[in-house]
């Protein structure tokens, strides 16, 4: 599906942690960029909000 720039800077403009980056699945043109975008902005966000930063935390995570 095509978005038009101008809608997805719109979009991504209303949501807090969001970037407009271009990519094409075909050519994997800005899929690099974007993964990358992604991971620096979850860790951005873990630490302004460390209280949700799993890294940090003592706890571990038990399955039975």
């Known amino acids: 599906?095509?978005?038009?720039?101008?809608?997805?800077?719109k979009l991504a403009a209303q949501?807090?942690?969001c970037?407009?980056?271009e990519?094409?699945?075909k050519t994997k043109e800005g899929?690099?960029?974007?993964?990358?975008g992604i991971i620096n902005t979850i860790n951005d966000w873990m630490d302004q909000h460390p209280?949700?930063?799993l890294r940090k935390?003592?706890?571990k995570?038990?399955?039975q």
Request: charged share 35%; hydrophobic share 25%.
């Open 1 to 9: 599906r095509t978005v038009s720039r101008q809608e997805g800077e």
């Open 15 to 17: 949501w807090e942690y």
């Open 19 to 21: 970037k407009y980056v």
């Open 23 to 25: 990519t094409s699945a």
């Open 31 to 36: 899929v690099e960029e974007m993964y990358y």
């Open 51 to 53: 209280e949700w930063d």
């Open 57 to 59: 935390r003592k706890q």
């Open 61 to 63: 995570c038990i399955i």
